[in-house]
T-cell receptor, first 112, second 116 residues
């Protein structure tokens, strides 16, 4: 039982490049989330999903797109990376409304 | 929108002593959950303690306890008998009780240093 797995762990991009971060969970969780963590800012919600085929915007969605084609996977895409998107990205999931949140170990992304 | 405020960017405590981390929040909801998460240098997010707003009794988990003051919208974390392994960033977080799929709203964090 791997829990929540994020791929890759580290990545360096040049401005304007695109990439996709993958989040996979093997716990059959309905709800999945993408957060970004910046120094002195805590974690802020980018997008989330309440089930397969659904997505919704969080607090800081601009510059990101997401997809949830399969229940176990939640993809975060950057179409044209900007230095302001340099951050640590966390994926999290939970099975239902009152259940605890399980976090992945994060992806450190640097955009130069 | 809900906000969570941690007014102490950094705290330092001697090993074996007690430290209290502050958290205040703003909400118009009556049903909600509050959390404390620990993030060590490994970057892993670890749930320390959770409090349901409808419960008057303060939550405790071994050396960790909270002081939940609903009227004052305050949710402080007390760590007793501090250990070197407690050194980490600590985040306070909030979620609506009837929010369904709502994500957590986090504070900006407190960096806890344990002096040997």
């Amino acid at each position: 039982n791997a829990g929540v797995t994020q791929t890759p762990k580290f990545r360096v991009l040049k401005t304007g490049q695109s990439m996709t971060l993958l989040c996979a969970q093997d716990m059959n969780h309905e709800y999945m989330y993408w957060y970004r963590q910046d120094p002195g800012m805590g974690l802020r919600l980018i997008h989330y999903s309440v089930g397969e085929g659904t997505t919704a915007k969080g607090e800081v969605p601009d510059g990101y797109n997401v997809s949830r084609l399969k229940k176990q996977n939640f993809l975060l895409g950057l179409e044209s990376a900007a230095p302001s998107q340099t951050s640590v990205y966390f994926c999290a999931s939970r099975v239902g409304e009152n259940s605890p949140l399980h976090f992945g170990n994060g992806t450190r992304l640097t955009v130069t | 929108a809900q906000t969570v405020t941690q007014s102490q960017p950094e705290m330092s405590v001697q090993e074996a002593e007690t430290v209290t981390l502050s958290c205040t929040y703003d909400t118009s909801e009556s049903d909600y959950y509050l959390f404390w998460y620990k993030q060590p240098p490994s970057r892993q997010m670890i749930l320390v303690i959770r409090q349901e707003a409808y419960k008057q009794q303060n939550a405790t988990e071994n050396r960790f306890s909270v002081n939940f003051q609903k009227a004052a919208k305050s949710f402080s974390l007390k760590i007793s008998d501090s250990q070197l392994g407690d050194a980490a960033m600590y985040f306070c977080a909030y979620r609506r009780g009837k929010g369904g799929a709502d994500g957590l709203t986090f504070g900006k964090g407190t960096h806890l240093i344990i002096q040997p």
